[in-house]
């Protein structure tokens, strides 16, 4: 059975940082690439980022390249969203996801339960 648990979601101001983390267990991590999406409210939930199963390639939508890095962990099967310099629209709740390729990752049936981010004016 798959699982993914995020954590570190919460309040920040404006120009803060956060870093969100998530566990995943019942996949072969390694094998797998992975995804933070978002929902913001009254809003299609979008890609972030994703990662490949090495974790040597990565892409970003455009509203938060240079200011998020995703990254992995394979020993601890984690993978990380550090985010800086935040804004009042990065406020959403943020979910992560696995699949076998970057194709079938916005179409996965595996996500987590979402850990909520709001930014502060």
């Known amino acids: 059975q798959v699982q993914l648990v995020e954590s570190g979601g919460g309040l920040v101001q404006a120009g803060g940082s956060l870093r969100l983390s998530c566990a995943a267990s019942?996949?072969?991590?390694?094998?797998?690439?992975m995804g933070w999406f978002r929902q913001a409210p009254g809003k299609e939930r979008e890609v972030v980022a994703k990662?490949?199963?090495?974790?040597?390639?990565?892409y970003y939508v455009d509203s938060v390249k240079g200011r998020f890095t995703i990254s992995r962990e394979n020993a601890k099967n984690t993978v990380f969203l550090q985010m800086n310099s935040l804004k009042p629209e990065d406020t959403a709740i943020y979910y992560c996801?696995?699949?076998?390729?970057?194709?079938?990752?916005?179409?996965?049936?595996?996500w987590g339960q979402g850990t909520q981010v709001t930014v502060s004016s």
């Open positions: 019942g996949v072969p991590f390694s094998s797998y690439v």
């Open positions: 990662i490949n199963s090495s974790g040597d390639s990565t």
């Open positions: 996801a696995v699949a076998r390729t970057f194709f079938r990752l916005e179409r996965t049936d595996y």
